[in-house]
């Protein structure tokens, strides 16, 4: 069965039935995150598109139990269909590699599924942490890839648009500067997450809200601009 999630946003009306505006609370609710993904990218923002998709996963899983440590991952796995252990079986990071070694790691890469959940998280961590595609810190144990590239097509049926590796010759068979790099499509990635939290809210409905310890005060963003539609 095929999910679609309605994402246009709540008009949201305050206890004197005022319009939209004056003022509404935006929660920061699965629906509401993946609708102004959406929206973002339709405006042509993709850095906003791309840094609330990211959060996306992790938002829902906690969602459902803070407690568990690879939620993030075990959720997009889940929703996603991303493989949930690393293609690579020994990930070598270090910069100077047998060019055997390369081809290895290479030909590991290119087969289906090169993309993983793990791979997932580190892209996160570069996105929100240092604002770029670096693959760097203590995660990166867990992911081949030095960069996670992103581009924007027209097309959306392909997640990975390609991946290679760069590097220079030092001798007798070993690379120097060697970096390892996947481009993705943001344009598929979106359409991925979509459908997955789709598949999520169909599954927990009640789920679609913003988590909160406190009073309902304290949830979402209070917009007190006057309506512009």
Not at 7 to 17: M, R, V
Not at 41 to 60: E, N
Not at 185 to 212: H, S, W
Not at 218 to 224: K, Y
């Amino acid at each position: 069965m095929c999910l679609e999630l309605d994402l246009s946003l709540s008009e949201a009306k305050n206890e004197t039935n005022s319009p939209q505006g004056t003022p509404r609370i935006i929660e920061r609710s699965p629906r509401n995150l993946i609708g102004e993904a959406r929206m973002a990218f339709d405006a042509g923002l993709l850095i906003s598109c791309l840094t609330v998709l990211v959060t996306i996963p992790d938002v829902c899983s906690n969602l459902i139990d803070s407690g568990i440590k690879d939620g993030q991952r075990d959720w997009c796995t889940k929703y996603l269909g991303l493989p949930d252990v690393p293609v690579v079986d020994s990930i070598d990071r270090s910069r100077e590699q047998s060019r055997d070694h390369i081809e290895r790691t290479m030909s590991a890469l290119t087969r289906e599924d090169n993309f993983t959940a793990f791979d997932f998280c580190q892209l996160r961590n570069a996105v929100l942490h240092t604002g770029s595609s670096v693959v760097d810190g203590a995660g990166a144990k867990y992911s081949p890839f030095h960069s996670i590239g992103i581009q924007a097509c027209d097309d959306d049926s392909q997640l990975v648009i390609g991946y290679g590796v760069t590097s220079s010759s030092v001798t007798n068979g070993v690379e120097g500067d060697c970096r390892i790099k996947i481009t993705l499509n943001l344009t598929a990635l979106l359409a991925r997450m979509e459908k997955g939290a789709a598949r999520f809210l169909n599954e927990y409905p009640d789920l679609d809200r913003e988590k909160g310890k406190w009073d309902y005060l304290t949830l979402g963003i209070v917009d007190f601009r006057a309506p512009t539609r």
